[in-house]
């Protein structure tokens, strides 16, 4: 079994010597619920590229002491896959998320589209926001990832837009563009970003602004997916595509 995957601060990961301690919320999980014992190995990384593999030399009631095997620094991946995820209903924007994110992408935006069926009013919009970013911070867990993906303030069509105007490769998912994901050409993009319209589909004028922005309308196949699986499917595409998988 993989050893278990736990967040700190990057001046923590750096440590002293070869031992570092594992307290506050994650050293309280690793303690009271993994129930780790000495002997056993984690693995710590800052969520940035930092990512250290340990083993456990004493346990506490709520923190581990740990003693450093390994300390690596792993690269930002190329080219950087951003997602401009359109607000779905209910909880399908957390799963949306942890899909993605398990899938690899580095950039999650969310996007207040004019046909969302749900809108994070100014009351809710922190609250809706953390629930996202606690989503990808726990996928990056469970699938053992040094990098976590970013999830950005919530974005305004023209703020999706203007993304889309600084990307190398641009790119937004349609039902009736003619032209499949799978045959874009990639090569040399450094900044991939890619739009995923709400359950309403995309308006005219949301479209034709994307467009105008360098965005490139692409079909990912001949069913129509639900949002909350159109991105996963379209990473996929993307990181087999570019060599990342």
Excluded at 172 to 190: D, R, T
């Amino acid at each position: 079994m993989s050893a278990p995957v736990f967040v700190v601060d990057r001046v923590v990961l750096a440590g002293a010597g070869g031992r570092v301690v594992l307290e506050g919320a994650e050293g309280r999980h690793a303690a009271t619920v993994k129930r780790l014992r000495a002997g056993e190995e984690v693995v710590l990384t800052d969520g940035e590229g930092g990512r250290a593999r340990c083993s456990v030399a004493g346990v506490g009631k709520d923190r581990l002491e740990l003693e450093v095997l390994e300390r690596r620094e792993e690269p930002a991946a190329s080219p950087r896959i951003t997602v401009v995820q359109a607000l779905p209903k209910g909880e399908r924007g957390e799963l949306a998320v942890e899909v993605m994110t398990e899938a690899g992408v580095d950039g999650i935006v969310p996007w207040s589209a004019s046909r969302s069926i749900t809108q994070w009013r100014a009351e809710r919009r922190e609250k809706s926001l953390g629930r996202w970013r606690n989503a990808a911070r726990e996928a990056a867990k469970q699938s053992r990832r040094s990098r976590f993906p970013v999830v950005a303030d919530l974005a305004s069509t023209a703020e999706a837009a203007a993304l889309l105007e600084r990307a190398d490769l641009a790119l937004v998912l349609h039902e009736e563009a003619a032209e499949p994901l799978s045959a874009v050409p990639v090569e040399g993009a450094g900044e991939i970003v890619l739009v995923v319209g709400p359950e309403g589909g995309i308006s005219r004028e949301e479209l034709e602004l994307f467009t105008r922005s360098g965005a490139r309308p692409v079909l990912l196949g001949p069913t129509v997916l639900r949002t909350s699986t159109a991105g996963v499917a379209a990473v996929s595409v993307l990181m087999a595509r570019t060599g990342r998988w």
